[in-house]
């Protein structure tokens, strides 16, 4: 077999599956029930963030919140402050590609 195959979990329990963490990028899946999400952290690699389901709220360096409805892709430069939450009723569900794959 020549391609690799990774398995998402489907549910909606917290989850952060790091898939593909290779040295050419890291893809990440997560899911966040309500009130849920990631410590605030500074972005290591260019982020390329894809709400598959629910909505996002993301605060970036030392604006407010913004929300992200599924079906938004948000591409968010190395060194950036991120508060990523779920502040909504509805799971919360992320793609996180990091391109190149930080060193």
């Given at each position: 077999m020549v391609e690799q195959i990774f398995r998402?979990?489907?549910g909606n329990e917290k989850a952060v599956e790091k898939l593909v963490?290779?040295?050419n990028v890291n893809y990440i899946h997560?899911?966040?029930p309500r009130g849920e999400g990631l410590p605030e952290h500074f972005s290591n690699s260019n982020v390329y963030m894809?709400?598959?389901r629910g909505t996002l709220s993301i605060g970036l360096n030392d604006q407010a919140f913004h929300v992200?409805?599924?079906g938004t892709l948000l591409k968010i430069p190395v060194g950036?402050?991120?508060n990523v939450?779920?502040?909504h009723e509805d799971t919360l569900e992320?793609?996180?590609v990091k391109a190149p794959a930080p060193v």
């Amino acid at each position: 077999m020549v391609e690799q195959i990774f398995r998402l979990s489907r549910g909606n329990e917290k989850a952060v599956e790091k898939l593909v963490f290779d040295e050419n990028v890291n893809y990440i899946h997560m899911v966040f029930p309500r009130g849920e999400g990631l410590p605030e952290h500074f972005s290591n690699s260019n982020v390329y963030m894809t709400v598959v389901r629910g909505t996002l709220s993301i605060g970036l360096n030392d604006q407010a919140f913004h929300v992200y409805e599924e079906g938004t892709l948000l591409k968010i430069p190395v060194g950036t402050r991120m508060n990523v939450r779920n502040r909504h009723e509805d799971t919360l569900e992320l793609i996180v590609v990091k391109a190149p794959a930080p060193v």
